[in-house]
């Protein structure tokens, strides 16, 4: 999987799989209707800023990602891949409860966390019970998956510093940085247009384009047409609807215009996009 995982609904339960990440490169990530994503390197490195902070990824690194977690994907080597366990609030809330409040704190201000390497083998051993766990459909299964999480994230709680206090603080630049990107995931499948996002800021669209080339590398109206493609691919890959029933979605005038627009950011036909990713071998 290239794409970036997302929950489609806030009432899904815990979705897991592997990904390259690939066609996240130079955008914000985002999950959908993910409360927390949990993401372990399994091969190769990434440049991944976290809350404007950037940090390198490597081999068995561990990305805890909240929804206030500003994480951008800025460079990735070709063998980089990340095993990702996206949870609804329901489920997060479930692993959350008996955990230990300064663990909380401690992640939001630390959403890289690089194991010891004593831990390193405790580490291959977890990843070969969660997949078991999640591969077998049981009874029992959410109560294993929740105590193998809780289990987790009691050993990441364990090496905190007792004296830990916590510290983190965005500037004014960056929250509206921020604030910008979670409108783009809230509104893009009804607004494309720069100016409806720089009104909801109340800033300009000039200052707007400033401050995302500044913090995202990238344009206001690039970054929401990423998403709108984004958005357009996973309902072109999961879900049986017609092309003119995605357009309607997506508030496009029409479908022609649809295609015309997904043809000049991809240089694919829909068509050509959905048959190669129903049959599991993705676009050439």
Known sequence: MHHIPQLFSATEGLLSGETTLAEGVGMPLSFGHAYMTLMICVSGRALISLNFKDQMVQRDDVLVLAEDTIALLKR?????????????????????????NPLFVFLHDHPLCTPPQKDKALLAAWLVQMREIVRVRTLYQPIML??????????????????????????????ISWRFWELIGQQCREHRDVKFYADALNITPFYLSQLSKELFNDSPKALIDRQV???????????????GQI??????????????????????????????????????
């Open 247 to 284: 357009a309607d979605q997506l508030n496009f005038e029409d479908p022609s215009y649809l295609c015309r627009y997904f043809k000049r950011h991809t240089g694919l036909s829909l068509t050509r996009y959905r048959k190669s990713e129903q049959a599991g071998d993705g676009p050439d």
């Open 146 to 175: 929740r105590n193998q999480l809780q289990n987790f994230f009691l050993r990441i709680a364990e090496q905190i510093p007792t004296e830990y206090q916590g510290s983190q603080q965005f500037s004014r630049k960056e929250m």
């Open 76 to 100: 990735r080597s070709r063998g980089f891949k990340v095993l990702f366990l996206l949870m609804p609030k329901e489920f997060a809330a479930e692993v959350a409860y008996q955990l230990p």
């Open 229 to 243: 493609i984004l958005e357009i691919k996973a309902l072109l890959s999961y879900s049986q609807l017609a092309i």
